[in-house]
């Protein structure tokens, strides 16, 4: 089991209320497995995306990644244990302007200390960014910048991968395209694969899909 979510709960404050968003989600997958993860805007999948992420904690539940229960981890390891084995791809594709694209594109291994020529060399060519290693992110358009995206997460080889309607700013033939090459690269390298979405045609394209309502998860 790559991960399994356990009774997760998170609430906000708002107004001086609480407001509940999750109310107990639970849900595992697998290595290998492309799930995604349905709802109505508002109601918890980016909530709980980022805490999958642990860029935010849980109010109560456990999520346990590759084994490790990241709620009981010190900040410092749940980042190192984020840097190590979890990939994230969002909406915005978050590059940075001042890095050429296949500095951008080695950048997250790098950090890593996850470097693979070969792989990154592969994934220049399956995701046709060959001709645009020098320029720079604004020379590029939406649906390229987001293939850049989806190459620096992957070219660190994480086991985890975890996307938020990451073609959410393309157009749907370009999105459409983009996430079934982002599908068949990271079934390569063997990861599991969680992608928010609010469209079921994308949706479909996962090998499995759970939806997210009042709180909880419904198979
Ligand atoms: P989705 O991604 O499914 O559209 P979100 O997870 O972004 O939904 O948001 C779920 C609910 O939690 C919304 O009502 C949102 O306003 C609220 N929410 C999300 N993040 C915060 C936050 N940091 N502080 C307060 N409320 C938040
Ligand atoms: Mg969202």
Redesign the pocket.
Known sequence: MLLALKDIRKS???AGAE?P?LGGVSLTLDTGETLALT??????????LHLIAGL?APDAGAIVIDGTDITTLPDAARAELRRGSVGLVFQQFNLIPSLSIGANLSFQARLAGREDPGWTEELVARLGLSGLLHRYPEHLSGGQQQRVAIGRTLAARPKLVLA?EPTGNLDEATGDAVIALMRDLVTQTGAGFLM?T?SNRLADRMARRVH?SAGRIAE
């Open positions: 906000f404050q708002s407001v968003v709802g109505e805007s508002g109601s918890g999948k980016s909530t709980l935010d938020d928010v609010h997210l």
